[in-house]
Each structure stands twice: as structure tokens, then as C-alpha cells.
Nanobody, 123 residues
Framework: QVQLDESGGGLVQAGDSLRLSCTASGRTFTLTHMAWLRQASGKERESVAAISLSDSATLYAESVRGRFTISRDSAKNTIYLQMDGLKPEDTAVYYC????????????????WGQGTQVTVSS
């Protein structure tokens, strides 16, 4: 079983930066991908960025490309989301997610989740 612990959320002004962290513990050797998703109030959860744990290949949502950077520190079992140029529309609860290859899961979905961290961007 894998546990994901997020940190780094907060209240900032438009144009500011934040860095989110997510540390995986437990059977981390079964993980193949990790990602950040977000859910704004009244909206569906959406993918923000993802990273492969084998080759560090990354994917970004169009809305954050060029402003957000996902990275990993394999020695610490941690991924990061560096968020620059934050906008009020980035306000959401940000979730760390991971794919455990030993758990049958539909393609494109994740099966491990953190508790979420609130990011609020004021205008």
C-alpha cells in the first residue's frame, strides 16, 4: 500500500509562485507514474501535470504549460509542482496522485491519492 502526503499550498497573490511537494511512502516500488490534479469549487477534477517514474517524461495541461513545472527526486520518493505566474483561475484543491501498477486500473486513471492541499490565488 502507498501513502501520499502533500504540502505547500497556501494563499498568494496573482503573479506569485508556490511549490507543492508530494512524498510517497510504503510500497513505492510499485508506482509507475505520479501526477498533480486539481479541483476548483463547483468544477470537475482536472489533470495538471504528470511525470513518468521510469524516464521522467512529463505532460502538462494546456492551461498551465509554461507556468508550472513538475519534477521528481527519486531518492526522496517525492514529486514537486513549481507554480509560477499564478492566476486566480488556478485556485483549487491540488491533489497528488500515483499509479500503482499492481492494482488493476482503467487506462488514464490513478489509484493512489493524497488528501489534497488548498491553493488560493487572489487578484
Amino acid at each position: 500500500q502507498v501513502q501520499l502526503d502533500e504540502s505547500g499550498g497556501g494563499l498568494v497573490q496573482a503573479g506569485d509562485s508556490l511549490r507543492l511537494s508530494c512524498t510517497a511512502s510504503g510500497r513505492t516500488f510499485t508506482l509507475t507514474h505520479m501526477a498533480w490534479l486539481r479541483q476548483a469549487s463547483g468544477k470537475e477534477r482536472e489533470s495538471v501535470a504528470a511525470i513518468s517514474l521510469s524516464d521522467s517524461a512529463t505532460l502538462y495541461a494546456e492551461s498551465v504549460r509554461g507556468r508550472f513545472t513538475i519534477s521528481r527526486d527519486s531518492a526522496k520518493n517525492t514529486i514537486y509542482l513549481q507554480m509560477d505566474g499564478l492566476k486566480p483561475e488556478d485556485t483549487a484543491v491540488y491533489y497528488c496522485a500515483a499509479l500503482d501498477a499492481t492494482i488493476p486500473t482503467k487506462p488514464g486513471l490513478y489509484n493512489c491519492w493524497g488528501q489534497g492541499t488548498q491553493v488560493t490565488v487572489s487578484s
